[in-house]
């Protein structure tokens, strides 16, 4: 059992950021698995044969067990880049490599190397990051980034309507809240401890779970890496249905991407989805959201758009 305490500083520094480093690390943690969710059966098997030269990167990502907390640095924005948090990796300190890579049980000769040249392995660990992203993540990351995203912008009203106990409280069914500790039974993560005013990042992922991963390395924020919602709709995606009444009134496309809409999207997103042209999608979208069937919400880069309570009603009376 992990064991977090909060303060009331810790909750009021409580924050969310989606991370691509952290979907680096539990990416390839899955594809080193030999069971894999049937979720991403088909995107393991379209990636795996790609991947080349990457042994110390897989060196240091184990399937189970401890990975070195220098890959998962805090994230300096809601939504960093690629190349802006490897950028922090590049600049981690040798003294903090090789008191990670202690930790690791398996050691391996890039291990070894690393730990004797932590130069060299960064230089040569930055290079195998950035081939594993290009090949595994970068071509998916469009819609990736719009899963994740849609989760942030759900936890983030929550936070303003509830406050962040809620949120912890019902974040995932491994972590427990109450009397400000933050609880995860059967957590291999370390021993428990104080956040101490450090606050709390929370990092969705497409590929953690069922569990979280932990990250507490003094005297940087705790992360916690939890499942995202949405995931079942991240590689297919059955047709949505469009109920022929609110077609007959609103028009084909724009109701079809109101039925896309029942998880905030970009418009990207929805132009990929339903086939629409992304000039298309924005100009119904624009018509929608000033009749107030839909609402839009900025989310780092990104403009995700999601359904209003009108627009739940209207559907929800064609489908009866």
């Known amino acids: 059992m992990l064991e977090l305490a909060f303060s009331a500083r810790d909750l009021a520094r409580t924050r ?5 480093l952290w979907e680096t690390v539990t990416s390839l943690r899955v594809l080193q698995s030999e069971r894999i969710r049937p979720l991403h059966l088909r995107w393991a098997a379209r990636t795996r044969p790609r991947l080349r030269d990457l042994a110390l990167l897989t060196a ?21 880049s690629f190349d802006a948090e490897l950028a922090t990796v590049a600049r981690t300190g040798h003294a903090r490599i090789r008191a990670d890579l202690g930790r690791l049980t398996r050691w391996t000769p890039e ?22 992203w290009e090949v595994a993540l970068a071509p998916y990351w469009p819609r990736l980034r719009a899963v994740l995203e849609a989760d942030v912008l759900h936890q983030s009203r929550r936070f303003a309507a509830e406050g962040a106990a809620a949120v912890l409280r019902e974040l ?9 500790v933050l609880s995860i039974p ?26 979280v991963l932990i990250v507490d390395a003094p005297p940087e924020t705790v992360q916690m890496c939890y499942p995202t919602r949405g995931v079942g709709t991240l590689w297919e995606q059955a047709p949505a249905q469009v109920p022929d009444a609110v077609a007959a009134v609103l ?18 997103e929805l132009s990929r989805r339903t086939g629409l042209s992304a000039a298309g ?18 989310a780092g880069r990104s403009v995700l758009y999601q359904r209003t309570a009108v627009a739940d009603t209207l559907l929800a009376a064609a489908a009866g």
């Open 172 to 180: 995932n069914p491994h972590v427990e809240w109450g009397d400000e």
């Open 60 to 80: 240091l990502v184990p399937v189970h067990g401890y990975i070195p907390d220098f890959l998962n640095p805090p994230a300096a924005s809601a939504v960093p």
């Open 251 to 268: 028009g084909k496309s724009r109701a079809l991407l109101l039925t896309e809409l029942a998880e905030p999207a970009s418009t990207t």
């Open 281 to 298: 999608v924005s100009q119904h979208l624009t018509a929608l959201r000033a009749a107030g069937i839909v609402t839009s919400h900025r």
């Open 111 to 132: 291990v070894q190397a690393f730990h004797d040249d932590p130069a060299a392995g960064l230089t040569r660990l930055t290079a195998e990051l950035t081939r594993y």
């Open 186 to 211: 059967n957590s291999l993560c370390g021993s428990s401890s104080s956040l101490a005013g450090r606050g709390l990042l929370l990092v969705p992922s497409a590929f953690v779970g069922p569990s």
């Open 16 to 20: 969310l950021a989606v991370s691509p």
